[in-house]
């Protein structure tokens, strides 16, 4: 059974920076597209960034471009997503999720996402 366990969430400051880590136990890293969302108290939840199996493709929302990066260890059998310049509008709970797909799938719509994990939270304020 595929489990993905999220951690590296915490209390920063606005500015500040963090490296989610998204570890994968159960099944092989290498065949799956992995994305990265978040929920605030009262919103939706909202895609962030996205990887392919290969991980030569990859998307981010509008709001994160060029503050974090997406990136996966096959060896470690692990996605970070690495951010940068938090804001404080970033703060939420931060999900990673795990889909079945060819080389270069990828996508920030979480309906095509089957398994996913518990959460870290992010918290971003002075």
């Known amino acids: 059974q595929l489990q993905l366990v999220e951690s590296g969430g915490g209390l920063v400051q606005p500015g500040g920076s963090l490296r989610l880590s998204c570890a994968f136990s159960?099944?092989?890293?290498?065949?799956?597209?992995v994305g990265w969302f978040r929920q605030a108290p009262g919103k939706e939840r909202e895609g962030v960034s996205c990887?392919?199996?290969?991980?030569?493709?990859?998307n981010y929302a509008d709001s994160v471009k060029g503050r974090f990066t997406i990136s996966r260890d096959s060896a470690k059998n692990t996605v970070y997503l690495q951010m940068n310049s938090l804001k404080p509008e970033d703060t939420a709970v931060y999900y990673c999720?795990?889909?079945?797909?060819?080389?270069?799938?990828?996508?920030?719509?979480?309906?095509?996402?089957?398994?996913w994990g518990q959460g870290t939270q992010v918290t971003v304020s002075s």
């Open positions: 999720a795990a889909e079945l797909g060819g080389p270069d799938y990828h996508t920030l719509n979480p309906d095509e996402y089957d398994s």
């Open positions: 990887i392919s199996p290969s991980g030569g493709k990859t």
């Open positions: 159960g099944f092989t890293l290498d065949y799956y597209a």
